[in-house]
């Protein structure tokens, strides 16, 4: 497989940086072609904006981030750094979202090249999202590691249930998108473990990674449970991330 990481840290000798370099070498080892965007090494620009724009704008006389990035794409007036990590990203079958969770969801630096690569045109359309996502075939993966406990993003903890905390994620960026999505791997709190507990964290992120290919996905509802206005089907029972019957 082509595997994109796409790693938000700012320190390299963080554990979120052991885990990248384990997930290159465990990955490279087994054959994979593996590429990184290291987003702060990279100073990646975060800020979405009229810079994002290289050719005459659609609209010069207002801003719309949407229509504007459409309208980049189809003429080929889409800023470098975006076009770069777009090329990585078409390249990719497996992303990798590698990050520390902070304030319960990405870094901004993470937020932002999400915002400015997964362009209108480009990562969605009209009529092109979830089941029919321009990203279908691909599948992608949250790493991350937290400041707390297991215990505290358990269903009853009080941070709440893991997969509720990563939905936005899971299902507002990577499913949207098309992406078969995989379980996140958690690395908790290691920052206050002893060594032995971060080697037993990194043993299991490579069993992770080297079985990949037999490990269920997250299940998302398909569209057929859906009714005309994109609520669940009376009848359907709710099984995915926060969704419940009403």
Request: one cysteine or more.
């Amino acid at each position: 497989m082509n595997i994109l990481i796409v790693y938000a840290h700012p320190e390299p000798t963080s554990f979120n940086g052991a885990m990248r370099n384990l997930a290159v070498e465990v990955l490279s080892q087994a054959g994979h072609q593996v590429e990184v965007s290291d987003l702060y090494a990279m100073n990646f620009n975060a800020v979405t904006g009229p810079s994002d724009f290289t050719g005459e704008r659609s609209d010069p006389s207002r801003l719309s981030i949407a229509r504007e990035q459409t309208h980049a794409m189809e003429t080929g007036n889409i800023a470098g750094d975006i076009a770069a990590e777009q090329a990585k990203l078409q390249r990719a079958d497996l992303l990798i979202l590698q990050f520390p969770v902070w304030w319960f969801g990405m870094p901004a630096i993470l937020k932002g090249w999400a915002d400015r690569v997964f362009a209108r045109g480009f990562a969605y359309m009209p009529g092109r999202k979830y089941d029919t996502g321009m990203f279908a075939g691909k599948l992608a993966m949250v790493c991350a590691t937290t400041g707390t406990s297991a215990d505290t993003y358990a269903p009853d903890g009080i941070d709440g249930d893991i997969l509720s905390v990563l939905w936005p994620i899971h299902n507002g960026l990577l499913r949207y998108t098309g992406f078969d999505v995989l379980p996140p791997y958690l690395a908790y709190m290691p920052g206050r473990l002893i060594e032995a507990g971060r080697a037993a964290q990194l043993a299991a992120y490579r069993e992770r990674l080297l079985t990949i290919d037999q490990t269920p996905r997250l299940y998302f509802h398909p569209a057929e449970d859906y009714g005309p206005n994109e609520r669940l089907k009376p009848g359907v029972l709710a099984r995915s991330g926060v969704q419940r019957n009403v």
